[in-house]
């Protein structure tokens, strides 16, 4: 009774803290996008050969060439994909922040601006000259909704962004984190509800804390009960 009762308990602990068939897959990247010119690179975050998202970088010249803008911009391959962002711009993410449903998604977004008169040059947005910051992706597997990211590093002198990788996650709905690459965030975004008994004086055996609260009050009141006289 002792040996299944130890078991049980270990299964119940196991069963709640056991986090869902979840998991991450990452890709290492080296993609340089330039915004002199028109460059665009067809992400496949899955790798089933299906572009997800396209992200290009366009600059245009004002008509006297004094002046122009620069845009790297991501933008979903189907309708049904979208970028985190608001506003018509992308949220520049950085690691550990989750990429989930509660977040604000938006089919296309514009992750930097660069403007320029002249010689002069002005920088704006989010995405200028950081390292490492992450654009939260949704798309589609198979009809399910799926969460990722891609990683870069944008120079905002040389008006380059660089791809340097990108993850999802396999299970539909399941949230992940910016920067995660392996295992699953499941685990620690689950509540853990495991009741914790003390022993009194006397100590409760294991079995019946694995059995519960039921089994604790009829142990009290076989402890408590009167002697019965000879």
Known sequence: MYSVAAGAAGVGLLALAQPANAEIVYTPAN?????????????????????????????????DTSGGTSRIIARAAARSNAVVG??????????????????????????????????EFTFRGQW???????????????????????RFSVVGKTM?????????????????????????DVASRLPITVPVFQSEAHGASLGALAVGASSLSAWRREETAPELPA
């Open 31 to 63: 993609v340089t996008i330039l915004t002199r010119g028109v460059s665009t690179y067809a992400l496949d975050l899955s790798g089933s050969g299906t572009t997800d998202f396209f992200l290009s970088a366009i600059s245009k010249e004002s008509v």
């Open 86 to 119: 608001y506003g018509g711009n992308a949220a520049a993410l950085t690691a550990g922040q989750h990429i989930d449903a509660q977040r604000k998604f938006k089919g296309s977004m514009m992750a930097s601006l660069h403007t320029f008169i002249g010689t």
């Open 128 to 150: 200028v000259n950081v390292k490492d910051r992450y654009l939260g992706l949704e798309f589609q597997i198979d009809g399910q909704t799926h969460y990722g990211w891609a």
């Open 160 to 184: 380059t962004a660089k791809l340097t990788g990108y993850a999802y996650e396999t299970t539909a709905d399941t949230p992940i984190a910016a920067g995660k690459t392996s295992g699953t």
